[in-house]
């Protein structure tokens, strides 16, 4: 006969290994999906990191290798011919020239708009501002192809086809929905309260935001900044239906110099590509912590 005190701690031990396996089972199940996780974040980023890998190999790669049947996965022997070939490309410092132009009015002509935009909006109520907002989002929606020949038009009809200042214009067009949405966000996150307490103080309007708003949107402005740097920098379709002159061509429709009647010159135009996208990597890199912080910000309330 089994005593009753010693019947009640079996139970009481058997429910404990019971808990015991299961919170196991639980804290196995977490960790193998965090491990399933984790492998599908490396898998992806390994199949977009590979093109980029593969284009800077190539552009150090003999063309005898990268022509080869059988691919070799790293530049041996190391050359920098095909940078030396890019380089001495007809138009290529033209064209260096007329991107930094271009994107450089493009972003800070871009910037100056959509932050007095996003302050009215932001902190003035008025007739029509709903839909206002309404078509800012809608506009981003509409297919960029869809825009390059009513785009060509209006601008041959000004005279501002193969010119700089065109291109620069319908770029603005085309970042300005995104930046005027993006810092509304940031605009609005800081409270009114500080610009009236600055007003009190003897500021006006103007002055308490320039003075306490404007710096606590500084994240905002840096990451808008680099969406539109990016997106100026990277635009061809554009720049190549408006831009006829070779001369006044931006890098992107430069690259496509390198692909002629014989096939692509492969060493050239990775080296080309490699080198147009440097700016991009650096700027990004340089910048990158504003830009997770200023999205995050910039996101939290509307």
């Avoid at 590979?50 to 790669?61: G, L, N």
């Avoid at 095909?82 to 450089?104: C, H, M, Q, T």
């Avoid at 907002?133 to 192809?145: K, T």
């Amino acid at each position: 006969m089994i005593a009753p005190g010693t019947a009640h701690q079996g139970v009481r031990l058997g429910r404990v290994s019971a808990e015991a396996r299961a919170g196991y089972r639980i804290s196995f199940r977490g960790r193998t999906g965090r491990l399933l996780a984790d492998a599908a974040g490396l898998a992806v980023f390994a199949l977009m990191a590979f093109p980029i890998y593969w284009m800077i190999a190539t552009a150090f790669k003999p063309g005898r290798d990268i022509l080869s049947l059988t691919p070799k996965w790293f530049p041996a022997p190391f050359t920098l011919q095909n940078f030396e070939d890019a380089i001495a490309r007809p138009f290529f410092l033209d064209d260096v020239k007329n991107s930094v132009l271009i994107v450089g009015g493009t972003v800070l002509l871009s910037l100056a708009l959509a932050f007095l935009a996003a302050v009215a909006v932001a902190r003035f109520g008025f007739r029509g501002r709903t839909a206002f907002i309404i078509l800012i989002i809608g506009v981003q929606m509409v297919p960029l192809n869809a825009l390059i020949i009513p785009l060509y038009l209006m601008l041959d009809g000004v005279g501002q086809t193969d010119t700089l200042a065109g291109v620069i214009a319908v770029y603005l067009a085309v970042v300005l929905p995104f930046m005027i949405w993006t810092l509304r966000g940031f605009v609005a996150n800081v409270p009114v309260e500080l610009e009236e307490a600055a007003m009190i103080d003897g500021c006006t309007r103007v002055e308490a935001f320039m003075r306490v708003v404007f710096p606590l949107i500084g994240p905002g402005l840096v990451a808008t900044a680099i969406f539109g740097f990016i997106q100026a920098w990277n635009e061809y379709i554009i720049a190549y239906v408006l831009l006829a002159s070779p001369e006044n061509q931006t890098l992107t429709v430069w690259l496509a110099s390198f692909t002629t009647n014989h096939g692509p010159e492969w060493g050239p135009l990775m080296a080309a590509a490699t080198l147009t996208g440097l700016p991009v990597v650096a700027f990004f890199l340089v910048l990158q912590r504003w830009l997770a912080g200023g999205l995050t910000a910039g996101a939290v309330k509307g």
